[in-house]
C-alpha cells in the first residue's frame, strides 16, 4: 500500500478491520515490524496520536524516529520558492531523505484554517505521498482522521 489517507486506500476494509482487532486483542503477537523503522513527522503536536502511534509500532516490533516541525525545524511546500527563509528543507528534498532512512512515513498536519481551498487540497499529505518513495500513513491531515475511522469502525 502505497498510502493510508483514508479508508478509501484500503482494498478490503473488512479485511483490514479484523487483522486489527487481532492485533488489538493480543498486541505482542506479530513481528511484522522487525527491522522496520516508522518516522513520526508532527506539523503540529498531538499527545494521543504521538502516545497510540508509537507504542503499537513498537509492539509490532518497529523502532520510531519523531521529527517534531513544530521545533524551529520547518518544511517549506511551495514550488519556485527560493530557500533563504526559515524553512530548512524543501518537502520534496525532506521527503526523498526520510525515506532514505525510514520503512513507513507517519505524518499529522492540521488545517492552518487560513485558506479553506488549500487546507481542503490536503497539500502536505499529498506532497508527501508524491515524493516520498515510501508508504505514507496520514495521522491526520486538514481534512482526514483515518486511524480515527478505523478505529470507529473496530468499536463499531
Not at 58 to 87: C, H, P, R, Y
Not at 132 to 143: D, G, H
Amino acid at each position: 500500500m502505497k498510502k493510508f489517507t483514508s479508508v478509501h486506500d484500503v482494498n478490503n476494509i473488512k479485511q483490514m478491520v479484523e487483522q486489527a482487532m487481532a492485533f488489538k486483542k493480543n498486541p505482542f503477537s506479530s513481528d511484522i515490524g522487525k527491522r522496520k523503522t516508522i518516522g513520526m513527522l508532527f506539523l503540529n503536536p498531538s499527545l494521543r496520536t504521538r502516545m497510540s502511534t508509537q507504542k503499537a509500532a513498537q509492539n509490532l516490533g518497529m523502532q520510531t524516529i519523531m521529527l517534531d516541525a513544530q521545533s524551529g525545524w520547518k518544511l517549506e511546500f511551495e514550488d519556485g520558492v527560493v530557500m533563504n527563509g526559515d524553512k530548512a528543507e524543501h518537502i520534496k528534498d525532506a521527503a526523498l531523505v526520510i525515506s532514505q532512512y525510514c520503512d513507513i512515513l507517519a505524518v499529522r498536519s492540521f488545517p492552518s484554517l487560513s485558506d479553506r481551498e488549500k487546507d481542503y487540497a490536503d497539500t502536505i499529505v499529498n506532497n508527501l505521498v508524491e515524493y516520498a518513495t515510501i508508504p505514507v500513513l496520514s495521522l491526520e491531515s486538514a481534512i482526514r482522521h483515518p486511524l480515527q475511522s478505523l478505529a470507529d469502525m473496530i468499536t463499531i
